[in-house]
């Protein structure tokens, strides 16, 4: 597997993304509470660019007529359609079966690094 460096800490702030190339696919890198996240950019629906959807939360499981909302920035909604996606996990938050394409990041030395290839 290879890592590939593709820009450093500070050029993502928090609860900010950017996209980058990297062997001819579209990654999206976002910081979400300190975190690296990376994602395709591509919703499995029908193929938006979903790092160009809005990044915000969810409403949470509540009572009845009791709207709570929370998991800011965690979230990010296609543009196309508005399927929601957990960037931390990638899995829709409407099944367990459906998810965008994550990848691992690593950081070093304040590089930010994606992880391509098989295991």
Known sequence: MAVHYVMAEEDIPEGGHQVVNIEGREIGIYRVNGEYHAILNYCPHQGAPICAGLVSGTTLPSEVYDYEYGRTGEIVRCPWHGWEFDLQSGKSLFSDRI????????????KIGVVMGRK
């Open 99 to 110: 998810r965008v394409k994550k990848y691992k990041v690593e950081v070093l030395e304040g």
